[in-house]
């Protein structure tokens, strides 16, 4: 597991760096972590190759604001996790903005930080893992969780949305993968759609509610389910 931090004092969120330094080594996984004090040197390294799988990031630099740098990262380290590390407690807004995975608080004790540690390398595990499809030519094909926009039905078929192509499996009902652990972003959003809510864009209201998809599929998501999203 590979960590990148960023703050401009590093020496405020030292002992957060020891304590999840101890978190992976109490569940047996090696830990490489660099610390950054300059946000324009952690995006031209991340810019040019060094991915880290996960970064930490103050709310509150000069330059580029947490905010800014997780959008900036994003372009180069899409399946990374993302998390603040701030002093403020009105964080929540722009984490949700920003698309964050967790934030902790400087005032952050272990047994706080411990269980965030895990829930988030539970995440990172699903996003990097793949799901088997039966095709109905009886072959299978992976596929990265990450990369399905929405599962669907059409004509009591079932079919699997990408970004590149929309394929028809068999084996499993909709409901049936409703139920699948990988699957535990995904929203139901109708009869006919389970959504990945990480691969949802925007979404508009006009005649109902309508959510845009990264591979720019509009989705009517009835109220009934809607109200669950």
């Excluded at 499809?133 to 009591?156: E, K, N, W």
């Excluded at 699997?160 to 929203?187: K, Q, W």
Aim: aromatic residues 18%.
């Amino acid at each position: 597991m590979k960590l990148a931090f960023c703050d401009d004092r590093p020496n405020t969120v030292s002992f957060i760096v020891d304590y999840i330094r101890d978190y992976f080594i109490s569940v047996s996984i090696p830990l490489e972590i660099k610390i950054y004090d300059d946000a324009m040197e952690l995006v031209r390294d991340t810019a040019n190759g060094i991915i880290y799988d996960m970064y930490l990031l103050d709310y509150d630099m000069p330059v580029l604001s947490g905010e800014e740098l997780i959008k900036e990262l994003k372009r180069y380290a899409p399946l990374s996790i993302y998390g603040y590390i701030s002093f403020f407690d009105n964080i929540g807004s722009s984490a949700c903005r920003a698309g964050c995975d967790l934030y902790l608080y400087k005032s952050d004790k272990k047994d706080k930080i411990f269980p965030e540690m895990a829930r988030v390398y539970e995440k990172f595990l699903r996003l990097h893992s793949n799901f088997v499809f039966y095709l109905p030519s009886g072959d299978v094909r992976q596929v990265p969780v990450i990369d399905i926009q929405y599962i669907h039905t059409a004509y009591r078929r079932v079919y699997v949305a990408t970004l590149t192509e929309d394929f028809r499996v068999i084996g499993r009902s909709l409901d049936e993968y409703t139920s699948c652990a990988e699957f535990y972003n995904f929203v139901r959003v109708s009869k006919s759609y389970f959504v990945n809510y990480d691969n949802v864009v925007n979404s508009f209201f006009k005649n109902g509610h309508w959510l845009i998809m990264a591979n720019n599929a509009r989705i009517k998501a009835d109220s009934v389910y809607f109200r669950r999203f």
